[in-house]
């Protein structure tokens, strides 16, 4: 379908992104969508218009736009740009579970919603847009838009794939749309650990032949799954990350033993990579669908062999994780990390594990006799059953603190495993 024909399937409601912003009143409470509508957001900061803004990612849309004094913004998804809007008093930081966004949604009354979408493609559906790389909270997001006759403002990405979700949105709901500008979002590659065989090496042995798995965002965990060498494995997860995608293409990852979802590969987050996207264009491969599709504790406890692969900041002797702060400093969201613990904490037969590097690239240690003052919980000690360096597997579940203390210590880097014990006894009592 060429650019002309999805266009013009808007008619009338097609325009420039300051002709679709017309929409916006002074002093309305606007929502955006899981992928950042950074075209609108960018012409928002420029308009003489006010109110406050819940920004999913604060990326180059949020930032336009906390140019624009007469806006309060929001995020539920912190990131490197969000902290110094924070300290600055221009963004505040709102902690929100992933699975409980769709809950979130129906109590923010927004008066408008902002969003990026693939274009429709009527030959097979209908004149429908999907959500691209992530459905996340805007299927759920619009529902509560639609059910209201909230305006909905869409700005529409041809570099967008077409992805399934079962919550499409027809181009008939969208009160107004313009063309995405700029460059497709791309993913910044990050090295894997040079620790990262030694890694896999302590946790191939607690994934078993037909395992479902849940993996958390990260350079860690993603680059562990693609060195796997278990078979039928099943994908539900949070983040759809190469290192899956390449499980699916090598055979490995066949799905054919999910108790639910059987042979598809299912997530709220495709990862903006060539071998993903050939997996969620695939007709019945994949889904990137709504989170609270994905995310719903009880859906993820359906699941026989649930492993779930997440990465932290620091794990601290007791085994509470760390997943989102430099002390008072928010630099990254839950996820859906501890979704995904508390659906397998339902279940006798999975795994929830923790998988990090043992130092920092300053050499400073990731196991910690304490979190800093202000640092964030994310996952408690009830939460995590096995952590993983490269220098072993700690085994928490069914363990006493000072068992975990001594597990997690032996796993520390060796440069730090005295220090960590003189501190761990050093406290009165």
């Not at 994934?207 to 693609?226: F, K, N, R, W, Y």
């Not at 979190?371 to 408690?380: F, K, Y």
């Not at 700690?394 to 975990?404: K, S």
């Amino acid at each position: 379908m060429s650019a002309a024909e999805w266009a013009g399937a808007f008619g009338e409601r097609w325009g420039t992104p300051d002709e679709v912003l017309d929409h916006v009143r002074d002093g309305m409470d606007l929502a955006t969508g899981l992928i950042e509508p950074t075209t609108l957001l960018a012409a928002l900061s420029h308009r003489d218009v006010g109110g406050s803004a819940l920004v999913a990612v604060m990326g180059l849309g949020g930032l336009a736009l906390s140019q624009n004094p007469r806006f309060r913004l929001r995020t539920g998804f912190a990131t490197i740009a969000s902290a110094p809007l924070v300290a600055a008093g221009r963004c505040e930081y709102l902690p929100l579970l992933f699975s409980e966004a769709r809950h979130h949604m129906r109590r923010v009354n927004a008066d408008c919603v902002l969003v990026r979408l693939a274009p429709p493609d009527p030959p097979t559906r209908d004149g429908l847009c999907s959500y691209g790389w992530a459905a996340g909270f805007t299927p759920e997001l619009l529902d509560v838009a639609r059910e209201r006759g909230v305006p909905i403002l869409a700005e529409i990405d041809p570099q967008l794939p077409q992805t399934r979700s079962g919550r499409e949105i027809p181009v008939d709901a969208i009160t107004a749309a313009c063309a995405a500008q700029g460059e497709a979002a791309s993913d910044t590659p990050v090295p894997p650990s040079p620790h990262i065989d030694a890694m896999v090496g302590h946790l191939a042995p607690l994934i078993p032949d037909g395992a479902t798995l849940q993996v958390g965002i990260g350079s860690v965990p993603d680059a562990a799954m693609e060195r796997l060498g278990a078979r039928d494995l099943g994908i539900h997860t949070e983040v759809l990350g190469p290192g899956l995608a390449r499980l699916v293409k090598r055979g490995q990852a066949t799905g054919q033993r999910k108790a639910v979802d059987r042979g598809v590969a299912v997530c709220t987050i495709a990862s903006v990579d060539p071998d993903v996207r050939e997996l969620v264009e695939a007709d019945g491969l994949a889904e990137v669908r709504a989170a609270g599709d994905v995310l719903d504790p009880q859906r993820i406890a359906q699941h026989d062999t649930l492993r779930c692969i997440n990465s932290a900041l620091a794990v601290d002797l007791r085994g509470q994780v760390n997943a989102e702060s430099f002390g008072w400093q928010q630099t990254a969201g839950v996820g859906g990390q501890l979704d995904f613990f508390r659906g397998a904490g339902l279940r006798d037969d999975a795994l929830r594990i923790i998988v990090l590097a043992s130092q920092t690239s300053k050499g400073l240690s990731r196991i910690v006799v304490g979190h800093p003052p202000g640092s964030v919980i994310t996952a408690t000690r009830y939460d995590v059953d096995v952590v993983v360096t490269e220098h072993g597997a700690a085994w928490l579940r069914d363990r006493t603190d000072e068992e975990r203390a001594r597990a997690l210590t032996a796993v520390a880097h060796p440069d730090h495993r005295g220090a960590l014990e003189k501190e761990r006894f050093s406290f009165p009592g």
